[in-house]
Structures are given as C-alpha cells and as structure tokens.
C-alpha cells in the first residue's frame, strides 16, 4: 500500500499536466527505510517523448547524491501516460522485471489522456509481475 500526502500527488499531477504531450517523469524521496514519500523532485525527461521516458542522467547523478547526503532513497518512482490508462506498459513491465528496478519502490503512473480527468494509480513488481496497490492519501502523514 502506497501512503502519500495530497499535496505530493497535487504535484505528481500538475507536472504530468504540464508536460503533456510528453510523458513527465520523476520520483518523490524519503528516509531511508521508512517508506514515507516526503521530497518531490521533478526530473526532465530527456526522451522528449509521448511515449517513452528516461532520467536525464546528469540530472540523476546529482538527485542521487542528495538523496545520499540526505540520508534519502526514492520511495516512488512515476511517469505519466498521455494516451493510454494508468497501467504498466510492456516497455515498463521490461523494465521492472529488470535486474535495475527496486522491487521496494512504488511505481506510480499518471494517466493525462482525458484532460478533465486523471488516473493515479501504484503498482509493485511482486514474483515478477506489476501487481495494482492500494493509494491511500492523506492530509499529512501522522
């Protein structure tokens, strides 16, 4: 189950939004260990892409030393779809089957194709499938 704060979906959203027609990529860091998503953080998708998205590596090189430095690590990793719903791609399901995907880190997408209206949807890789997880979103983290 993914618990996050409405204002860090509020943001998720609003740079999925404003990248459209390309896909919006980034992660929301938190204490190591802790499983509570805390630092939004945007990422330029270097792909440029309406349907594909890649980290900007330079940029990801620095994210990744603040997190360390911050004694942080990504709690969620999202990315927008701006034509099809909110559900792992097969290019996404290639990647989280990878031996790079963090099976820990919730893997948000964003659905932006309806202008009106938006999917928010988690999902974990378990037993080497993209299984659906509760969303649940709060106020504040108590």
């Known amino acids: 189950m993914l618990t996050i704060e409405r204002a860090l979906v509020d943001k998720i959203i609003a740079h999925a939004r404003a990248d459209h027609p390309d896909e919006a990529c ?39 030393r603040e997190m360390d430095d911050n004694d942080e690590e990504m709690i969620v990793h999202y990315h927008s779809h701006t034509s099809t719903e909110a559900y792992p791609s097969r290019t996404d399901l290639g990647y989280l089957r990878s031996s790079l995907a963090d099976p820990r880190v919730h893997r948000v997408i964003v659905s932006t194709r309806d202008p009106h209206e938006v999917e928010f949807r988690s999902y974990r890789l378990v037993d080497g499938e993209a299984v659906e997880e509760e969303v649940v979103i709060v106020e504040a983290y108590e």
């Open 26 to 64: 980034g992660i929301v860091a938190g204490p190591e260990g802790s499983d509570r998503p805390t630092r939004f953080i945007s990422m330029t998708n270097a792909e440029r892409s309406p349907t594909y998205h890649n980290f900007d590596s330079t940029e990801w090189l620095q994210v990744d």
